[in-house]
């Protein structure tokens, strides 16, 4: 299974990257997509910019699913309204921490996640101490966790 992995800046994505690609030491970070053996990376730059959303777009040709993840601590809009709702590969929502965060930045988070289309929040992922296999239990199933992942 290939997992397009999206989010803005210190969202977990390399994280999420070196789990899934069962690496020991950490994935090189580059500023453009990154191609691995089950992830594809993309840079958080092809979020800022609109003219590279349809690189993103594109992306979904070689992937089986997508994980959108958000930080409880990024305050301006990560994603374009409806983005996730153009995919046609299943799109997972996951609000990302370290250690702690406020309800107020969790719902901000929240409500970034669901202005871009994303229809349920799948995970809560504290970065600091991340229990990985429970993202990959809700993408192996294609449902939601209600806790903490």
């Known amino acids: 299974m290939k997992i397009l992995l999206v989010g803005p ?25 990154v191609y691995h053996k089950r ?14 959303h ?27 309204p409806n983005f996730a ?12 921490y ?3 965060y406020t309800e107020e930045g969790l719902r901000q988070a929240k409500e970034q996640l669901f202005s871009c289309g994303i229809d349920s929040i799948d995970g809560l992922l504290d970065l600091a101490k991340p229990n990985l296999c429970s993202i990959e239990k809700i993408i192996l199933e294609g449902g939601r966790d209600d806790g903490n992942i």
């Open 9 to 33: 800046k210190d969202s977990g994505k390399m994280i999420l990257a070196n789990y899934f690609e069962g690496k020991d030491e950490p994935l090189k970070k580059v500023a453009s997509i």
């Open 39 to 52: 992830t594809i990376i993309v840079p958080d730059s092809y979020l800022e910019s609109p003219w590279m």
């Open 54 to 80: 349809k690189h993103v777009i594109a992306l979904q040709q070689s992937a089986d699913c997508g994980i959108f993840l958000q930080p409880v601590t990024v305050r301006r809009r990560s994603y374009p």
């Open 85 to 96: 709702k153009v995919f046609r590969i299943p799109i997972y929502g996951v609000v990302t």
């Open 98 to 100: 370290r250690e702690t």
